[in-house]
């Protein structure tokens, strides 16, 4: 499975941004697509995720300013970023689990300054 991440980039705080990852190769199930992020100096965290069936899970320090959605027509996943804080900032990673193995994107920027 390739993941291919898209919409990164700089806002300033308490601005919007949409990120973007289509799955494509081997693709049977995608039983989880979802998003973490790396901050500078910091370990890799979840930030959405999404199951196959709908249920959703978010990091606390997101919920009420992130969704994450899911076309499984398209085998893509989306994160809507509202409200950003420069806390945000970060390398954000698509992620999708599916059988018993992992894939990751390439990461993308996501920059929230004044």
């Known amino acids: 499975v390739q993941l291919q991440a898209s919409g990164g980039g700089l806002v300033q705080p308490g601005g919007s941004l949409r990120l973007s990852c289509a799955a494509s190769g081997s693709i049977f199930s995608l039983d989880v697509m979802g998003w973490y992020r790396q901050a500078p100096g910091k370990q890799r965290e979840l930030v959405a995720a999404s199951t196959r069936g709908g249920s959703t899970n978010y990091a606390d320090s997101v919920k009420g300013r992130f969704a994450i959605s899911r076309d499984n027509a398209k085998s893509v996943v989306y994160l809507q970023m509202n409200s950003l804080k420069p806390e945000d900032t970060g390398v954000y990673y698509c992620?999708?689990?599916?059988?018993?193995?992992?894939?990751w994107g390439q990461g993308t920027q996501v920059t929230v300054s004044s």
């Open positions: 992620h999708v689990a599916q059988g018993y193995r992992n894939y």
